[in-house]
């Protein structure tokens, strides 16, 4: 069994700071992922947690984060321009996972999070080596013609997606769609009945896990 998480934190005078829990790996710690949510959630959002149980538990490192707009206040969506800096947390959190990590850095995301990961990872193809993408906010709910894509042409990076057939922020078609843009490898992992948090509300643990224990072996077959 993966040891319990551990509180992580980096402070840097001149940015944002990284904030979250590591999940060390169970066994020798080559490959790591940095994990973070979507808006108007955090770390401790129950998928998260068992997705990062699930990596640890076969041998990925993984850092569970806030993103820096989550780090104050505790409560609320992203405002103004937290997408910027929320990039930033991104990134330092990836580089503190490459103090401790001798493979592979992947970089994953909720909604939210996914779409900064993203963001990040079309700015500069050399800050990760794939990307785990859990309900890709395509659009906003009922505004299709928003599309969240405009970046995806620059994408160097492997991209695994996870997303439910009943998501609003997007449908499975629209989402396979999208994916044509990426020039990079890429796979579409289909949740029959998913919305978008890709679990039905009241979800027993067993359910998430369970969950988690699939996309983390779908991915492991994507990026290997």
Request: hydrophobic letters at 40%.
């Amino acid at each position: 069994m993966p040891a319990e998480p551990e509180p992580f934190a980096r402070d840097y005078p001149d940015g944002p700071w990284v904030r979250g829990y590591l999940h060390a790996a169970d066994g020798p710690t080559c490959d790591a992922l940095v994990l973070t949510h979507g808006a108007g959630s955090n770390c401790a959002a129950p998928l998260l947690v068992a997705l990062a149980e699930q990596f640890a538990g076969a041998g990925v490192a993984t850092l569970r984060c806030d993103l820096p707009y989550r780090q104050a206040p505790p409560k609320g969506p992203p405002h103004g321009g937290a997408a910027t800096r929320d990039r930033e947390g991104l990134r330092r959190a990836v580089g503190a996972v490459r103090d401790f990590a001798t493979g592979r850095v992947f970089l994953g995301g909720q909604s939210y999070g996914g779409r900064q990961a993203t963001l990040l990872a079309a700015e500069d193809s050399a800050v990760v080596d794939g990307m785990l993408l859990i309900s890709y906010p395509l659009h906003p709910p009922g505004k299709p013609e928003s599309l969240r894509t405009a970046h995806f042409p620059d994408l160097q990076v492997p991209a695994f997606f996870a997303h439910g057939s009943k998501d609003a922020f997007g449908s499975l078609d629209e989402i396979r769609g999208a994916l044509d843009l990426i020039p990079a490898s890429h796979q579409l992992y289909e949740v029959d009945g998913g919305g978008h948090g890709l679990i039905k509300r009241g979800a027993g643990p067993e359910v998430i896990s369970g969950l988690a224990a699939e996309i983390r072996r779908a991915f492991a077959r994507f990026i290997d």
